[in-house]
């Protein structure tokens, strides 16, 4: 058997070259410090997105994109087919924790300030799968066509429209007409399945060419002889995967003791339900929006909040170029602090919405 | 039994178990479930006054074909027009006042028995009623 086996492997290596790329990734190391627990979230996050993948081919089984039938079919998946509850809520509970795990990642490498020369365009394509990840959250989010992902879908096109001049059309784009209709489902199914996987493929691709690139970051001002190093294979790759099983075995307590629900079947004409809520994800967002006045100044308040989360984004993805100090190795509290206010912000607001305050 | 051996087979068996244990629900995820994926209970199969006495219809019930027929004597009576012999679909025959299975000549009476030819078994019956304009069409409990 032993023999077998070294058979099929050396005649494997001799055409993959599977020593050389097991030597190459030995070779690469990997710092150890007292922060080293935040390096396992990339990890983390790209485990989840396989999950999506995998559980996402699966439930396009089953699954159809016409209004007619898109909630039937979820609902015959988690009903009628084996394991068909699991896979969904698999999808609908690892693409939430993918979500946060993607927060986590990004501001822990934010207060390590691992987007320093020469990381910015790591920092900066990170950025650009953030977004991603939250078009598929809000494109998924409608596939089932259930009463509050259809209102939810409403009022976040809604603010789309709001945007000076290109809003109307942009979301008549997303909407494929003028507002959530049977022309929508199809077209958030698209985005969800075609278009947006393609994006990820390349930027993502991106992302983990420069991360294999460049190695990982050590925190700013650590001197060497705090450093210890691993090697990223096997050593790194055998903690990373342990990780991804405690992920695993969350996800399986998650899905059988509180399964994905598929909620009520839209309807168009009926009003909008009094506790209608986006994904947490956008939480912040929309208690932003029922904060800001109807009016400041000249501007309507929905547009300069749109505005001002444009804006907000735009100097978070610059990040790099803008902490001048940082890319000297020179400590840069003041963008720390920024980050903290921002993070603040976040928790802050969604804890609001939780609160069912009447804001 | 040597030590390394013993752990090799602890964590190699461990590996195995792992992997059965998430292929097993996606193999049975895979294979699809006995029953049909559409569902519908009932359709509105036609307009009042849109089928003549002595006339029939076919009409989409989820994924197979209905059959409406309004019979000589004005009442409304629907079957799946799926023919139990090989699924072929049914039509209504005027002149016999039969429905007939045109691939193997299987012939059935208003009540969905079968007269003659091969078809095993009678045609699925369905309900009718008359909801305003709408006449419906649903599944018998």
């Given at each position: 058997?032993?023999?077998?086996?070294?058979?099929?492997?050396?005649?494997?290596?001799?055409?993959?070259?599977?020593?050389?790329?097991?030597?190459?990734?030995?070779?690469?190391?990997?710092?150890?410090?007292?922060?080293?627990?935040?390096?396992?979230?990339?990890?983390?996050?790209?485990?989840?997105?396989?999950?999506?993948?995998?559980?996402?081919?699966?439930?396009?089984?089953?699954?159809?994109?016409?209004?007619?039938?898109?909630?039937?079919?979820?609902?015959?998946?988690?009903?009628?087919?084996?394991?068909?509850?699991?896979?969904?809520?698999?999808?609908?509970?690892?693409?939430?924790?993918?979500?946060?795990?993607?927060?986590?990642?990004?501001?822990?490498?934010?207060?390590?300030?691992?987007?320093?020369?020469?990381?910015?365009?790591?920092?900066?394509?990170?950025?650009?799968?953030?977004?991603?990840?939250?078009?598929?959250?809000?494109?998924?989010?409608?596939?089932?066509?259930?009463?509050?992902?259809?209102?939810?879908?409403?009022?976040?096109?809604?603010?789309?429209?709001?945007?000076?001049?290109?809003?109307?059309?942009?979301?008549?784009?997303?909407?494929?007409?003028?507002?959530?209709?049977?022309?929508?489902?199809?077209?958030?199914?698209?985005?969800?399945?075609?278009?947006?996987?393609?994006?990820?493929?390349?930027?993502?691709?991106?992302?983990?060419?420069?991360?294999?690139?460049?190695?990982?970051?050590?925190?700013?001002?650590?001197?060497?002889?705090?450093?210890?190093?691993?090697?990223?294979?096997?050593?790194?790759?055998?903690?990373?995967?342990?990780?991804?099983?405690?992920?695993?075995?969350?996800?399986?307590?998650?899905?059988?003791?509180?399964?994905?629900?598929v909620g009520e079947k839209a309807?168009?004409?009926?009003?909008?339900?009094?506790?209608?809520?986006?994904?947490?994800?956008?939480?912040?967002?929309?208690?932003?929006?029922?904060?800001?006045?109807?009016?400041?100044?000249?501007?309507?308040?929905?547009?300069?909040?749109?505005?001002?989360?444009?804006?907000?984004?735009?100097?978070?993805?610059?990040?790099?170029?803008?902490?001048?100090?940082v890319s000297r190795e020179k400590?840069?509290?003041?963008?720390?602090?920024?980050?903290?206010?921002?993070?603040?912000?976040?928790?802050?607001?969604?804890?609001?919405?939780?609160?069912?305050?009447?804001? | 039994?040597?030590?390394?051996?013993?752990?090799?087979?602890?964590?190699?068996?461990?590996?195995?178990?792992?992997?059965?244990?998430?292929?097993?629900?996606?193999?049975?995820?895979?294979?699809?479930?006995?029953?049909?994926?559409?569902?519908?209970?009932?359709?509105?199969?036609?307009?009042?006054?849109?089928?003549?006495?002595?006339?029939?219809?076919?009409?989409?019930?989820?994924?197979?074909?209905?059959?409406?027929?309004?019979?000589?004597?004005?009442?409304?009576?629907?079957?799946?027009?799926?023919?139990?012999?090989?699924?072929?679909?049914?039509?209504?025959?005027?002149?016999?006042?039969?429905?007939?299975?045109?691939?193997?000549?299987?012939?059935?009476?208003?009540s969905g028995k079968v007269i003659?030819?091969?078809?095993?078994?009678?045609?699925?019956?369905?309900?009718?009623?008359?909801?305003?304009?709408?006449?419906?069409?649903?599944?018998?409990?």
């Amino acid at each position: 058997m032993r023999n077998f086996l070294k058979n099929i492997f050396s005649y494997l290596d001799s055409r993959f070259k599977l020593s050389e790329l097991a030597e190459l990734a030995g070779k690469k190391k990997v710092p150890v410090h007292k922060h080293s627990l935040w390096y396992y979230f990339g990890g983390i996050c790209l485990f989840l997105f396989v999950i999506q993948v995998i559980t996402g081919i699966l439930l396009l089984l089953y699954y159809t994109p016409s209004v007619d039938s898109a909630y039937e079919s979820v609902h015959f998946i988690i009903s009628q087919v084996k394991f068909g509850w699991l896979i969904r809520s698999v999808h609908s509970w690892s693409a939430n924790i993918l979500i946060g795990a993607i927060f986590v990642h990004m501001f822990s490498t934010f207060f390590l300030k691992a987007y320093r020369q020469p990381r910015e365009l790591t920092w900066i394509s990170g950025f650009f799968l953030l977004l991603v990840f939250l078009a598929f959250g809000f494109s998924g989010y409608l596939l089932p066509w259930n009463k509050l992902s259809f209102f939810a879908t409403r009022v976040g096109t809604d603010i789309v429209g709001t945007l000076p001049w290109i809003g109307e059309k942009v979301k008549h784009f997303i909407l494929g007409g003028s507002n959530v209709s049977g022309a929508t489902l199809p077209r958030f199914f698209w985005f969800h399945v075609a278009v947006l996987p393609a994006v990820t493929a390349v930027i993502l691709g991106i992302h983990l060419v420069l991360v294999q690139i460049l190695g990982m970051s050590k925190p700013v001002g650590l001197k060497e002889s705090e450093v210890r190093e691993i090697s990223f294979f096997p050593d790194f790759i055998l903690k990373d995967s342990l990780g991804w099983i405690l992920i695993l075995a969350l996800i399986g307590v998650l899905c059988v003791f509180f399964p994905w629900e598929v909620g009520e079947k839209a309807d168009p004409f009926a009003s909008t339900p009094l506790d209608i809520k986006p994904e947490w994800y956008f939480l912040f967002m929309f208690t932003t929006l029922k904060l800001v006045p109807a009016h400041v100044l000249f501007l309507e308040g929905e547009m300069l909040a749109i505005l001002g989360f444009m804006i907000g984004g735009l100097v978070w993805m610059l990040i790099p170029v803008l902490d001048r100090n940082v890319s000297r190795e020179k400590r840069s509290p003041a963008f720390s602090l920024f980050g903290l206010l921002v993070l603040l912000y976040i928790i802050v607001l969604t804890a609001l919405s939780y609160l069912h305050l009447k804001l | 039994m040597k030590r390394r051996n013993f752990i090799n087979f602890l964590f190699g068996g461990g590996l195995i178990g792992t992997i059965v244990t998430f292929l097993y629900p996606v193999i049975r995820y895979i294979i699809p479930p006995g029953q049909s994926q559409s569902r519908i209970g009932q359709v509105e199969a036609a307009k009042m006054g849109e089928l003549a006495p002595n006339s029939s219809k076919i009409f989409k019930f989820g994924d197979v074909p209905g059959i409406l027929i309004n019979t000589k004597e004005g009442e409304l009576i629907a079957f799946s027009a799926v023919c139990t012999h090989l699924t072929c679909t049914v039509h209504y025959e005027e002149e016999t006042e039969t429905i007939l299975c045109p691939c193997h000549n299987g012939r059935f009476d208003l009540s969905g028995k079968v007269i003659s030819g091969p078809p095993p078994a009678p045609l699925e019956a369905y309900n009718v009623e008359v909801s305003g304009e709408d006449i419906i069409v649903s599944k018998k409990a």
